[in-house]
Each structure stands twice: as C-alpha cells, then as structure tokens.
C-alpha cells in the first residue's frame, strides 16, 4: 500500500547536523546489510564511510548531505555531488538509505526524484551510483526510477574487505 507522504519532508542538512546522518547509519546499515555482509565488514565500512570526521570533509568538499524526516523524526539521508572522474558533467549518488520500516512505500522514489531535480538544476546531465551486487532490492528501486547498469566494479577497501559492486546511472 502507498504511503502518504504528506509528513515526508527532504532537508539540507548543514554541517552541525552530520552527527544525525551518523546516528541513521548506524542504525540503518545493520539492517540493510546483514543480509551479505559480515558484521566485520559493516562494522568497518561504517567507520571508514561514516565517522564523522569523514563525512566533514566530504562536505567541507562540496557534497551534498540530505536528511529525510517523517514529521520531525529523521528517517533516512542521502548525499550526492559532483563525480571525481567527470565533475563537470557528472554527479555521483554516494548514500541513499531510508529506515527499513520505511521500504516500499514509495518514499526512496521521493528521495531519487528529488536528487534528480537537484542534480539537473545544477547542469549535470549524468547521475552515477554503486550499489551492492547482493542488494536486490536497493537495484530493483534504482532500475524502476530509470537507472541502468553500466559496469562492475570489485574494490579493495583494505581489512580483508571488498566492494562488489555494480554502477549505475541515469541520464540527466
């Protein structure tokens, strides 16, 4: 059944506000992952993609945080910005998570809606994403918001860990 998402509201955040994209990650990702990936390896991904040190100087670098929020609880966050490979044209959707019990309602295709149009208001004309190869769900939702996949890519992110991932994009 659809959810209303009258309550639903997709915010900026600001650099004071990062430790609440921490607080989602930390409890999202054991939720979303546990699935296909070791509890080493998200307790180690978490440290290396979401401490908030990390995530200061992503933005200190010009990314884009968003925090979502159902009324006023935060359920989910997202962040996006230009592409190291390609900046001029291309932007990269580095997290898109929401809450599991928020899943299927429709609010992740709010959130991918919204990334689009502000990547589009700011001139680039490609989206790119990774996504984990095992991460059905997450693949099935990009695909039926027009992402495609264009490559794989295995990462070694060091501690014993890959990435194996698939990229996606969608033209702008």
Known sequence: MPYDVAN???CSASKEELPIVVDLA????????????SDGQIRYMLKMLYDLPVLKKEYAAGTRFDL???GGEPIGFASY????????????????????????????TMV???IIKETRDREYRV???????????????????????????VT????????????????L
């Not at 070694?156 to 033209?171: H, L, Q, S, V």
């Open 8 to 10: 639903i509201t997709i």
């Open 26 to 37: 930390e409890r999202i990702w054991p939720q979303v992952y546990h699935k296909f990936l």
């Open 68 to 70: 979502v929020f159902d």
């Open 81 to 108: 910005g230009p592409c190291p490979v390609h900046p001029h044209f291309c932007a990269k959707l580095h997290k898109l998570y929401l809450d599991t019990k928020y899943h299927g309602r429709g609010i992740g």
């Open 112 to 114: 991918l809606c919204h």
């Open 127 to 153: 989206l790119h994403l990774n996504v984990n190869k095992k991460n059905q769900t997450a693949i099935q939702a990009y695909e039926r918001n027009g992402f495609h996949k264009i490559e794989e890519s």
């Open 156 to 171: 070694d992110i060091g501690g014993g860990f890959i990435m194996d991932d698939y990229i996606m994009e969608i033209k």
